[in-house]
């Protein structure tokens, strides 16, 4: 391991932010299951990863194949609190988790409107790949507000 810059030794473009006294530098996966044993997020989790998502005016959270929430830019965290590094299981109902596990297993996306407080959001939840063509590896679900009349131009 280069100490110039540290990296993950599943992924070396990836700088390692643990110090270098840490027992688990450079080791991402002994790292995160440290981290979620006690109910924390590791500091590579804790620096955005999406940066173009940050302030956005989307609602946009990430969740790996487990359910634990590792990304939520600033519009998630407004509105439904800091849920990063939490199973996202535990906020839903058994019909709901059922869905997500369904989603995770087939790789299938989910698309909806909702009201709620007199407003009309879309939500979208898509499955996410660390490969192409390999499993799936969470989801991420972006919520947005949509306007009282949405217009629909046909592209064919």
Excluded at 14 to 37: L, S
Excluded at 91 to 101: E, F, G, L, N, Y
Excluded at 127 to 153: A, C, F, N, Q, R
Aim: net charge positive.
């Amino acid at each position: 391991m280069n100490d110039n810059k540290p990296v993950c030794e599943h992924n070396p473009s990836i700088d390692c932010p643990c110090p270098k006294n840490c027992p688990r530098h450079g080791k991402c996966c002994a790292c995160v299951a440290h981290h979620r044993e006690h109910g924390k997020l590791p500091a590579c989790l804790r620096k955005s990863a999406f940066p173009y998502l940050d302030n956005a005016p989307v609602s946009a959270t990430v969740c790996d194949r487990e359910g634990i929430v590792l990304y939520q830019n600033a519009t998630s965290l407004s509105r439904e609190g800091d849920v990063r590094g939490k199973n996202l299981y535990g906020c839903h109902s058994p019909k709901t988790q059922a869905m997500i596990r369904e989603m995770m297993e087939a790789g299938l996306s989910n698309h909806y409107q909702t009201v709620r407080q007199g407003k009309k959001r879309c939500i979208h939840q898509i499955p996410w790949y660390e490969t192409p063509g390999g499993p799936v590896s969470g989801l991420i679900e972006m919520v947005y507000d949509l306007p009282e009349v949405v217009p629909v131009l046909n592209r064919d």
